[in-house]
């Protein structure tokens, strides 16, 4: 399944409200996962299931979405979310988005 | 505290197969509803899986499959990954990453091994 994430590069200032999106080439019945990847490091499981947030992951990530169309969101900005978000489908096999790279203004 | 750590040889020639262990702690592969997966990522590209390995039950990508072997070692604690006829465009770090509660997310990951394919 070709998941598509948008957009490839987002810029945005501390305390802003972000809103990254991924898109699935078909249903994926909310099997979708976001991961953080900082340079360097390994990738960082934040939401599963489309909603559920990862043990000790901060509240101001969440997860949103149904049918093709998901969300991650993070509420308030801060320097240490800076990095590249993917998305991952587990409904059939699993396949990753191309990643979003988000950085400060 | 459940923690991977994968190794392999770092570099190797085209063709070579290469032979990755992923060593872990504070999990059990003997628990029916855990998993343990193999991902790469080229340097600046996205991630790609290629195997996983549940119970007795192996799970290959399928553009990958004639390639890849995937088995475990559980008195180890360690799964092992093969991978055959390697070229240049199979340099990447590869990740061993656990899957849990009968869903393929990947909730712990190792930090990546490098390798390259160069002659």
């Known amino acids: 399944i070709q998941m598509t994430q948008s957009p490839s590069l987002l810029s945005a200032s501390v305390g802003d409200r972000v809103t990254l999106s991924c898109k699935a080439g078909?249903?994926?019945?909310?099997?979708l996962a976001w991961y953080q990847q900082k340079l360097g490091e390994a990738p960082k499981l934040l939401i599963y299931?489309?909603?559920s947030l990862q043990t000790g992951i901060p509240s101001r990530f969440s997860g949103s979405g149904s049918g093709t169309d998901y969300t991650l969101t993070i509420s308030s900005l801060q320097p240490e979310d800076v990095a590249t978000y993917f998305c991952?489908?587990?409904?059939?096999?699993?396949?990753f988005g191309g990643g979003t790279k988000l950085e400060l203004k | 505290q459940v923690t991977l750590k994968e190794s392999g040889p770092g570099m190797l020639q085209p063709s070579q197969t290469l032979s990755l262990t992923c060593t872990f702690s504070?999990?059990?592969?003997?628990?029916?509803?855990?998993?343990l997966s193999w991902l790469r990522q080229p340097s600046g590209k996205g991630l790609e899986w290629l195997a996983s390995?549940?119970?007795?039950?192996?799970y290959y990508n399928p553009s990958l499959r004639s390639r890849l072997t995937i088995s475990k070692e559980t008195s180890k604690n360690q799964v092992l990954l093969k991978f055959t006829s390697m070229e240049p465009a199979d340099t990447a770090t590869y990740y061993c990453?656990?899957?849990?509660?009968?869903?393929?997310?990947?909730?712990?990951w190792g930090p990546g091994t490098m390798v390259t394919v160069s002659s």
């Open positions: 990453a656990r899957n849990w509660d009968y869903y393929w997310y990947f909730d712990f």
């Open positions: 504070g999990t059990s592969l003997s628990t029916s509803n855990m998993g």
């Open positions: 390995i549940w119970n007795n039950d192996n």
């Open positions: 078909q249903n994926i019945n909310n099997y």
């Open positions: 299931n489309a909603n």
């Open positions: 991952q489908q587990y409904n059939s096999w699993t396949t």
